[in-house]
Every structure is written in structure tokens, then in C-alpha cells.
């Protein structure tokens, strides 16, 4: 959330605040996450105002003019393509090194068709302060020349970034930061007043509202301001949305975002001419409705889908979009304002089922401030009056069927003081709570009884609650630690964790060196939908999200979503190979089982060297391989491979053992799965149980002498059926190759006319050493043709000629 600290002032009449960076220590303090502080003047350094000298046609150019224009420190040639840009005029002009605000990119001495150009002068799109990008801005013709643009328009402000956790959302309004600012400094903030001159009809004359979705929607106002001027916004309006980053559209539209950012309450502005019937109801839509959003964009509904309607159809996405048909245009006269409470989880739920998220639906699934709804409208209202010139309908006409109750939450000072490690008053805990509007209303036998604001009901629930609330107010840092949490890491050193973490290490740097890339996918999953129907999930009590209701039985579901999303955006023939480190989770009898796994997966283009002509895909093989080139690197060379077959979807399953242990599965995809995540492409991939691995490796490794004589090599072209396979040639060289066979490597394949058409030549290096001796001719010839014997008998090879 950005908040604008003028905007913020506003607010808190009669307090002086500290400099920013003692006033962001404070906040710090206070719990507040400060994430960035920007200076507004800052993004203008370089922008200066300007005069147009003179203005020539571009002579290669007919949309370009050459401007000559006095910056203060100089004359500067300005190539320019704006058609409003004249003599005589006063300019903002970016001078070299400024960075432009939309787009980002920095302004450079440069050639523009022929022409130099030595600045450039800008709109007030280009500088991010409207949608206008018809013309240049031109400034008023008293300035003085070389004043700094930030100083001319008064961008003085400082802007700070707050990071929210979404319990907060009473924090996504300048009011509601002023609340926490005014409890700092031991006061209270002040909304501003509003006065409304209500000149029309009454407003249930004009429109009628039905709530049909109770359960959804809990307050719906409306009115309805008449005869309205839609025009561009004042100055000072523009320049408070500006400072948090919104453009200014209309003065209509942008009193609207204007109160949503001062209060936190959304609002909508329906063109009340275009709502048929004058009639708002609030329901669910159909499910496979269609729905033309603001954005021109088409949306498929369902039947949890909030919907304001009108008499004859849906008019917008409740509390998150508008819709075309009733959006206001230059053309509007007359609006209907809408405030209203929606349900946060509904909100979310359709936000998310839409993959639409908007200023409005990030703070209704947070949940609003019900009692700010009849402030925000009135305050929609009287600006609009006073900017647009409207007439307001008499009385707000307020649908809220079921008020809330009260919400009271009891804390007991003994409990605070023994958390907080703290000997604090009452006196002192009412007085702390007061400032941010928790009101102490009474007492029991035990405990202190508060009533918690409305813009607080859905985070302050418990007593633990209001106790965080006492320490963020007393102060953090006033809290003092009375135990030493520090662990000697010497004497908390365990090896078997020091293992895992260094094959881990090893691991993840073999497989970057083989070109994989490393991903991370989210533990949470949906238990209806876990890796593995053999293993019970771990279900969340209190899961964030109905769809993460879980922990993950492995780690394919992440691995095949990311593959589908490469191939998906990259396309079929690009090389994909990822691998994942990561826990996985079991339920055993209730006793929670978590396990350290590796998955690695391959689809789509053969990344190796190929050595004939043309293009492979990759194979079972190439998975294979990569287990064996790990587990050699790990010297845990004796596995074995048992093969599954499914033939009914075309899966494979290869269980990787050493000894008793199942060290892992290479996998596959089966049809089934390739459809759950919409891949055409075939996908092969290998989980690994490193708890396992880490038991069945040596503490100590075995080395090996290398030989001290000199090796011999010798190449061998070997003609052989096209069926044959190579791990059948492979197998008869490790067994036939005896000690004096130290490695051999495939170099070519040939297949065509000079074998014949049924037939393929394979050409291996072979490398021959012994421990003891040189070799000779004769000793390494008897070698060769012992394994060339072989290769005929076992293989049916036979020597090329």
C-alpha cells in the first residue's frame, strides 16, 4: 500500500510528526512494514521547466518538428512530435540523464532522421500524471525558465511502501494508517467533514434495491447526483492520486478511487440513465453466464458469482468490476453511486475463479469497515457536488437487513503482563488500546472487556489478539528479553543433517552442470488431488485456501505444472529439464511422516550431442542415465531397476533398489496424467528418497590408484540389426572388457546404403590399460578380439569392413 505522507497529515490535525526517518522507526516499532520510502521529487531530477524558441519543420520528417528551446543552462535542439508544440510556449523538458517516468527509459543525446536532438519535451502521459498523450503540457507562461519541474508542480510529497499481511486490511486507506499514526503518537485522527446540499427527488423514487444474496451481501447504499459535468479533476485531486500511483481519468471516476484510498471503502459509479428498470438487485448469476467486464474482456460467471443487476440483466462483478454497459463516459449527466459491504470470502473466491484482481477486490476479501460505507458515500457525494456540479437525491437510501452484532473480546491483564514479560496497569492497557479506537466497555470477575471497531472485527477475534495489540502500541523495542535464546552451533551440530545437507549440495550442482534448472513449488496442495493415491495426506486444519487444504505426497504435481507452463509459453521443440529439492509429507497413523526428496524431470528436444544427422526427443533413456551419472557421482553403483508396465495409458514405472532399500521411481507420465496438466509432450522424470540415499552412503570414500603406463586406443566399427539396442553392446563390453578394459565411448552412428537397409554401424573408442605394465600389440590384440568374440556371440556384431 502506497501512502502519500501530505495526503496523510490531513488527518491528524494538531500533531506534528517527526522527520520521515525517525517517523518510519516509530512505525517499524509498531509493527509496520516498511518497505521502501520514496522522495516524489526524486523521479523528476533532470526535468526542468523550458521555453520553445523557435519551431522548424523536421526536413526529413513530416510529423516532426525542430524546436530550439532555453532550458536555463543553455539553448538545446529538440526534435519533437507532438502537434500542439509552438513558439513561445513554456515546457517540460527532460534533460539528458533524465529517466522518462512512463516507460523508464533515459533520455540520450541522439539523431532523430537526420536532426540532433538534445532533450525532450514532454506530456503529461510521458510523465505519468494523466492519460493525456495527445500533446505536449504546456506549463503557464509565468514560470521562470530553468525551474526544477518537481518545484513547479509542488511534487514534494514522500511516499512510503507498506507491506500488509492480509488480516490487515483496515490498513488499506490513509484514514486507517493515520489511526495507527495518531495511536503512536498518543492521539486521535479526524475524518473530514462532509456537507451536502440534498436538492433532488428522494432517492427511492429514483431507484430501487433488492438484496436477494443475503448471505453475501450485507449492506448495500445507493444515491443518486443528477445533472453532473464530467470533466478533468482539479489539481489537487490529481496530484493525490498521482502520488500513489494512479492515473487520473475523470472527475467522477477519480473521486471515487479517491475515497476508497482515503477511507478504504470501494465505491461504484453506474450511469444511472443506462440502469434499466431503475432497479439494483444482488444475486448470484448462472453458472456459464457471460459477463463484459470494464476492460472489455468477456467473463465466464458461476452460480457463487455476486452479481449487481439491474431489472433486465448484470450490470457488474459485486465488489470486484463494472461492466461496460453502464461504465461512466463523457456523455454521462446523472450517476448512481454504489456503497456497499461484501462477503471477504466470496470476494476472494470469485476474484480468484475469474483471475481478476482489482483495488476493489483486494480490500473487500480482506473486509471493509461496514460503518464506513455511509461515510464513504456521503463523502463520494459531497465531492462530486462540489467538483461536478451535481444535484444529490435526498436521503441515501440504505438497504442493511441484518446489522452486525457487537464484537467484544475479553483479555485478562494478568495473561497480557506474563506474555508480554511487562507489569502494566490497567489504566495504562485501556489507555493504549483507546488510541486506536478499542473502547474498554466494562469488567468481569477476571478480565478487561473491549468492544473492537468495526474495521478490526475480522482480525482482533481472541484474547492472544488484542494482547499483540498492547505490545505493538507499548513499543517493541521497549520489550525487553529476559532469556538467551543464542545456541552454541558446535554443540548443536548433527551429522546425519550435515550429511543430507552436503548431498543435497552436491546433487543440486551436477544437475545445473547438466543443464537443469532448479525450481521451487509451494508444499501446500488439494488432498483430493496429492501426488500419490498409495500415501495418506496431511490435511490443514486451517488451510489458507480451500484449494490448499494439504501438504504435499511428493513432488510431481509442482514438477509437471512448471513443464506445463514452459511448454505452454515456449512451445513443443524447446529443450526442458528442471529439478526440485524439496520435503514431502506422509500420514501415518497419525503421526506426521516428512521426507527430503529430490525430483528431476526431462521433456520436449534432445539437448545432447546426436551423432547423425537430424533431431531426437528425449527418451526413457536419457532419464535413466541422469540416475545413473547421480548415483555414480554418490558411488552407489550396485542399484538395480525393476519395470512396471501400464499398458492401458501408456505409463512406465521403474523402481530404483540398493540392496533392500527403494531408493527412488523413474517415471513415465502416463496419458492421465499428461491430460491432468494439458501436455501433448512426453515427460519423463525420477524422484529420489535422499533420507535413503543418505543411509546407504559410505562415510568414506574409496579411491583408486590411476595407472602410471601409458594407455592404448582403439576403434572399433561394428555392423549390427537396426533393432538392436545399445545398452546391449554397452552390457557386453562391461562384462567382456576384463581389468584391462578401463572406458569406452559411442562416436558415430551410421545407417545407409553401405550396410544395408536393414542394418546400422556403431563405432566405438575403446581405451586399454593395465596396473602393472605397458601393454603391448599382442596383449591388446588379444583383449580386442575377446571382446569382439563376445560382441559377435552375445550381440551378433560383426567388424565393419
Not at 214 to 240: D, H, Q
Not at 248 to 274: C, S, W
Not at 534 to 542: C, I, P, Q, T
Not at 561 to 570: E, T
Amino acid at each position: 500500500m502506497r501512502i502519500s505522507l501530505n495526503w496523510l497529515k490531513e488527518y491528524l490535525p494538531g500533531i506534528e510528526l517527526d522527520p520521515i526517518e525517525s517517523l518510519s522507526e516509530k512505525l517499524i516499532d509498531a509493527g509496520f512494514d516498511i518497505e521502501s520510502i520514496e522522495n516524489e521529487s526524486e523521479i523528476f531530477n533532470g526535468f526542468v521547466v523550458g521555453e520553445v524558441l523557435t519551431k522548424e519543420k523536421h526536413p526529413n520528417a513530416d510529423k516532426l518538428s525542430v524546436c530550439t528551446v532555453d532550458s536555463g543552462s543553455g539553448i538545446l535542439n529538440i526534435v519533437c512530435g507532438a502537434p500542439n508544440v509552438d513558439k513561445g510556449q513554456k515546457v517540460c523538458v527532460a534533460m539528458i540523464g533524465a529517466i522518462i517516468p512512463n516507460g523508464g527509459f533515459e533520455i540520450k543525446k541522439s539523431k532523430i532522421r537526420g536532426e540532433m536532438s538534445e532533450g525532450m519535451i514532454c506530456s503529461e502521459s510521458e510523465l505519468n500524471l494523466s492519460e493525456n498523450h495527445d500533446g505536449i503540457m504546456v506549463l503557464k507562461s509565468e514560470t521562470n525558465i530553468g525551474t526544477p519541474f518537481a518545484e513547479y508542480s509542488g511534487l514534494n510529497d514522500i511516499v512510503l511502501e507498506i507491506g500488509l499481511t492480509p488480516n490487515r486490511g483496515d490498513l488499506l486507506s490513509h484514514f486507517g494508517v493515520a489511526r495507527e499514526v495518531a495511536g503512536i503518537y498518543g492521539s486521535k485522527p479526524k475524518l473530514p467533514e462532509t456537507k451536502l446540499d440534498e436538492s433532488g427527488s428522494k432517492t427511492n423514487e429514483l431507484i430501487d434495491i433488492n438484496i436477494e444474496s443475503r448471505e453475501y451481501c450485507k449492506r448495500f447504499t445507493g444515491r443518486v447526483i443528477s445533472n453532473v459535468n464530467i470533466a478533468e479533476s482539479p489539481g489537487w485531486l490529481k496530484k493525490r492520486l498521482i502520488s500513489v500511483g494512479l492515473r487520473p481519468r475523470n472527475n467522477i471516476v477519480d473521486i471515487t478511487n479517491f475515497v476508497m484510498l482515503e477511507t478504504g471503502q470501494p465505491l461504484h459509479a453506474f450511469d444511472y440513465d443506462k440502469i434499466r428498470g431503475k432497479r439494483i438487485i444482488v444475486k448470484t448469476a448462472k453458472d456459464g453466464d457471460k459477463f463484459v467486464t470494464l476492460d472489455s474482456k468477456e467473463r465466464n460467471l458461476s452460480s457463487e458469482s455476486l452479481m449487481v443487476c439491474d431489472a433486465e440483466g448484470y450490470s457488474a462483478i459485486a465488489g470486484v468490476m463494472g461492466g461496460e454497459l453502464s461504465e461512466i463516459t463523457d456523455t454521462t449527466r446523472n450517476v448512481f453511486l454504489e456503497s456497499a459491504y461484501f462477503d471477504p470470502v466470496n470476494i476472494r473466491k470469485n476474484s480468484k475463479r475469474l483471475g481478476l484482481i482489482t483495488d476493489a477486490s483486494h480490500r473487500f476479501e480482506r473486509g471493509v469497515d461496514i460503518d464506513m460505507v455511509k461515510f464513504a458515500s456521503l463523502r463520494a457525494a459531497s465531492l462530486m457536488q462540489e467538483i461536478a456540479g451535481g444535484e444529490i437525491s435526498n436521503d441515501l437510501l440504505d438497504v442493511y437487513p441484518a446489522p452486525f452484532e457487537t464484537s467484544e473480546v475479553e483479555m485478562r491483564l494478568g495473561k497480557a503482563n506474563n506474555l508480554l514479560g511487562l507489569d502494566l496497569l490497567k489504566e495504562t492497557v485501556v489507555n493504549l488500546l483507546g488510541r486506536i479506537g478499542i473502547e474498554h466497555t466494562g469488567n468481569n470477575s477476571e478480565s478487561l472487556i473491549f468492544k473492537i471497531p468495526e474495521s478490526r472485527r475480522n482480525d482482533i477475534q481472541r484474547e492472544p489478539d488484542l494482547i499483540e495489540e498492547v505490545a505493538r502500541l507499548y513499543g517493541y523495542s521497549r520489550i525487553e528479553s529476559k532469556y538467551d535464546f543464542r545456541t552454541s552451533l558446535i554443540k548443536s551440530r548433527n551429522h546425519e543433517s550435515e550429511k543430507l545437507l552436503s548431498i543435497k549440495s552436491l546433487i543440486t550442482d551436477h544437475l545445473v552442470g547438466r543443464g537443469f534448472n532448479e525450481i521451487i513449488s509451494t508444499p501446500l496442495t488439494d488432498v483430493r488431488n496429492s501426488d500419490s493415491s498409495n500415501v495418506n495426506a496431511v490435511r490443514l486444519e486451517n488451510s489458507m485456501t480451500t484449494e490448499l487444504n494439504g501438504m504435499r505426497t511428493g513432488l510431481s504435481n509442482g514438477l509437471m505444472k512448471i513443464i506445463s507452463f514452459n511448454i505452454n509459453n515456449l512451445g513443443k521443440d524447446v529443450s526442458i529439464k528442471l529439478f526440485e529439492v524439496g520435503k514431502v509429507f506422509a500420514d501415518k497413523s497419525n503421526v506426521i511422516e516428512e521426507r527430503d526428496c529430490l525430483i528431476f524431470g526431462i521433456s520436449g528436444r534432445y539437448d545432447g550431442r546426436i551423432l547423425y544427422d537430424g533431431e531426437r526427443r528425449f527418451e526413457l533413456s536419457d532419464i535413466k542415465g541422469e540416475v545413473n551419472m547421480i548415483l555414480s557421482k554418490l558411488n552407489l553403483e550396485n542399484f538395480g531397476l525393476i519395470y512396471y508396465n501400464d499398458n492401458q495409458f501408456g505409463g512406465i514405472r521403474i523402481d530404483v533398489g540398493l540392496d533392500d532399500c527403494l531408493l527412488g521411481n523413474i517415471y513415465k507420465a502416463d496419458s492421465n496424467l499428461l491430460k491432468k496438466f494439458d501436455i501433448e509432450s512426453d515427460v519423463y522424470f525420477c524422484q529420489l528418497f535422499l533420507d535413503e540415499i543418505s543411509k546407504n552412503l559410505k562415510d568414506k570414500s574409496n579411491f583408486k590408484e590411476i595407472s602410471k603406463f601409458p594407455s592404448v586406443k582403439r576403434d572399433i566399427a561394428l555392423v549390427v540389426d537396426k533393432s538392436t539396442s545399445y545398452e546391449s553392446l554397452e552390457s557386453v563390453l562391461n562384462i567382456s572388457g576384463s581389468k584391462l578394459l578401463k572406458s569406452f565411448d559411442l562416436i558415430d552412428v551410421y545407417e545407409g546404403e553401405q550396410v544395408g537397409s536393414s542394418k546400422k554401424s556403431l563405432t566405438f573408442s575403446l581405451e586399454f590399460a593395465s596396473d602393472d605394465k605397458t601393454l603391448t600389440d599382442a596383449e591388446t590384440n588379444e583383449a580386442l578380439k575377446k571382446i569382439m568374440k563376445d560382441l559377435q556371440n552375445k550381440a551378433g556384431a560383426i567388424l565393419r569392413s
